[in-house]
């Protein structure tokens, strides 16, 4: 397992932009799928993006086009840039690291859209 804690949520209005950085432990992150989860209140968790090791992306389809997930080995980050914010976007964000059937979770970051 590795060690994540997620930064970089806050209050925006509709149609704005945020930033959410994951920052990992370990020496191996770079082998790992990783990955944004969200939770908003009375509803299960979902998936948002995820990133393998070698780049390649998927995205729900209710962000498509609107959010981009991407990774910095080297600092072993992830990140997801979310762009044209709606009110429904509003959860807590989770990041995940993935190696076959272990997973490791941060402890979430609010991300709130409104005006």
């Known amino acids: 397992q590795v060690g994540l804690v997620e930064s970089g949520g806050g209050l925006v209005q509709p149609g704005g932009s945020l930033r959410l950085s994951c920052a990992a432990s370990?020496?191996?992150?770079?082998?790992?799928?990783a990955g944004w989860y969200r939770q908003a209140p009375g509803k299960q968790r979902e998936l948002v993006a995820a990133i393998t090791s070698g780049g390649s992306t998927n995205y729900a389809d209710s962000v498509k086009g609107r959010f981009t997930i991407s990774r910095d080995n080297g600092l072993k980050t992830v990140y997801l840039q979310m762009d044209s914010l709606k009110p429904e976007d509003t959860a807590v964000y989770y990041c995940?690291?993935?190696?076959?059937?272990?997973?490791?979770w941060g402890q979430g970051t609010q991300v709130t859209v409104s005006s």
């Open positions: 370990g020496s191996i992150f770079r082998i790992y799928v």
């Open positions: 995940n690291a993935r190696l076959g059937g272990s997973d490791s």
